[in-house]
């Protein structure tokens, strides 16, 4: 898999968070130290290169070996997986032209010749690494802040690679830096910002190494709806017909860390802390519509220590004649299971002494 002239470095250990990203790649055994110190033949150049984006995959394609065990960096429009990687410890002068567009360095120990080889020096090596991002298809679409990734080394942005946009999600490419001859999964990153809120999956071995949303790598963010209760009432209009019809219930839900925008859903409500989630519950509320009754439906989410949690937007917009019936709470992350309690409540705009309340139904929500 490498070029003419390519020697590859050992790889490093790859895994999920966890492992690989708890305690790095294997350590440099002594006689492959030995050989990165004293393997300096003449017209050797020692080059840092503080981080090369390549455009174009195919230039690297001979340079990488697949990984295939890569995590998926989930972000509002980007989901991002590293999908090749090598460690290199010295370059031919074309293919060193090639990748970074630069002319060939002189060898160390004669300015006047150009080198014949191209190293990352004692201890170091040559990081080239494959990236790809499509649709992070996420709930609720985004109508905030744009999403932005960049190329980090050692935590620090250095440059950015792409902004995926609503329209255009598909986007790959290819990165060449100098790292430790053993990489930790930090040194060199894939880093993904919406507002205020960054994550960072490793170049080095596909882990997460860091996100402000860990409960969306927890588990699924699907919650199960079950018990369901369902009203279906007929409430006295008294003005342009003699009933108003309703049938409601709670239709389904999903977990999200990030709302970006968007009335229905509370607005920008940007991410959730770390230790929180965003519960978005949609309702399947059926009415007819009446000039002379207001529904006055109240609902919450009932967590099993008893808390009471009440939606981030006003209720007249969850059950409103023309609006989306969606309504969404913040709840800590750990939580398993919940409780939606909807309290019908209907009063008439020509009958101040009309208020009709009814029995509340529930539905369970189960996260998986």
Known sequence: MLGAGEEQAPTAGQGPAGE?????????????????????????????????????????GDLVEPLDDSQTLLHPLAAVTVTGMALLHELTPERFTELTGQDVPP???DEDTEATVIRPGDLKAFLVATWESTDSEWRPSSTGG?????LAVGGNVETRLVRPRTEETEHSGAVLLTVPASPQP?????????DDGTQQIS???????????????VGDLEARVSDADVIDVEISDGFASEVMHLRGTVDSAYLTPYIGGGHSYGGSLGWADEDEIFVVVQLDWDKDFSANVDDLSRIVLQLPDGTEITPEQEE????????????????PADTESATVA??????????????????PITATLTFL
């Open 146 to 150: 744009l999403t932005t990734l960049s």
């Open 316 to 331: 007249s917009q969850t059950f409103g004649d023309h609006t989306d019936n969606v309504a969404t709470f913040v709840m």
């Open 20 to 60: 690989a990203g708890a305690d790095g790649a294997d350590e440099v055994d002594d006689g492959q130290e030995a050989e990165l110190i004293e393997d300096h033949p003449s017209g050797t150049a020692t080059v840092t290169l503080d981080g090369v984006v390549i455009e174009d995959v195919m230039d690297v």
């Open 203 to 217: 170049l080095v071995d596909g882990s997460i190494v860091s996100t402000v949303a860990p409960r969306q790598y």
């Open 107 to 109: 060898s160390d120990d």
């Open 186 to 194: 930090e040194a060199a990153t894939v880093h993904a910002e919406t």
């Open 342 to 359: 909807i309290t019908p409540r209907f009063q008439k705009v020509l009958d101040k002494e009309f208020d009709e309340t009814h029995d």
